[in-house]
């Protein structure tokens, strides 16, 4: 299985602050990799597929970038609406495996 | 706007069977895209549990594989899943979902249903 690790597991931040969050597949997984956000009690949404891709919908403020073994999930200047907890997800191979997850929290 | 609604008991005795349904409203089914199951132990992460096509063809996480099955039903635009001999760790929010395109993200979620595995 591929491993995806995520850090920091969780991150004090500011209304309009640079919020920069990190994800390391334990193999090279080309662009395969999508970001989810989560909200308390909800499902997760579909932020960023094939690395940098923003799905329909999405802030701009939302940025994703990375190959093979790196991925950076950037949030260029946090809103009210973003703190919640973000996943990252390999879709390279099977099994579909998560990061742990990374809780942007209010400073 | 596609919509998933995940159904079943909120209560499974250890050792028995959890099943679940998954009502697909707003597309249908047969119409293409695989369809999963994702579950989340509270307070913890995300684990894909598998995920079918409207023909049959599935695909099972191996760490659950032996106790899983998931099927669907196109005529009444559903898919389902079965964990047998279930114990307290998979008390958990189970998740329904739609595979994005031909990708394997996910882009549309059921609400998600808590299912507590106690006797």
């Known amino acids: 299985d591929i491993q995806m690790t995520q850090s920091p597991s969780s991150v004090s931040a500011s209304v309009g602050d640079r919020v920069t969050i990190t994800c390391r597949a334990s193999?090279?997984?080309?662009?395969?990799l999508a970001w989810y956000q989560q909200k308390p009690g909800k499902a997760p949404s579909l932020l960023i597929y094939?690395?940098?891709s923003l799905q329909s919908g999405v802030p701009s403020r939302f940025s994703g970038s990375g190959s093979g073994t790196d991925f950076t999930l950037t949030i260029s200047s946090l809103q009210p609406e973003d703190f919640a907890t973000y996943y990252c997800q390999q879709a390279n191979s099977f099994p579909l495996t998560f990061g742990g997850g990374t809780k942007v929290e209010i400073k | 706007q596609v919509q998933l609604q995940e159904s079943g008991p909120g209560l499974v005795k250890p050792s028995e069977t959890l099943s679940l349904t998954c009502t697909v409203s707003?597309?249908?089914?047969?119409?293409?895209?695989?369809w999963g199951w994702i579950r989340q132990p509270p307070g913890k992460g995300l684990e894909w549990i598998g995920s079918i096509y409207h023909s049959g063809n599935s695909y099972y996480n191996p760490s659950l594989k032996s106790r899983v099955t998931i099927s669907v039903d196109t005529s009444q635009n559903l898919f389902s899943l079965d964990l047998r001999s279930v114990t307290a760790a998979d008390t958990a929010v189970y998740f329904c979902?739609?595979?994005?395109?031909?990708?394997?993200?996910?882009?549309?979620w059921g609400q998600g249903t808590l299912v507590t595995v106690s006797s």
């Open positions: 193999q090279g997984i080309s662009s395969w």
């Open positions: 979902a739609r595979r994005y395109s031909n990708t394997w993200y996910f882009d549309y």
């Open positions: 707003n597309y249908s089914i047969s119409s293409g895209y695989y």
């Open positions: 094939a690395a940098s």
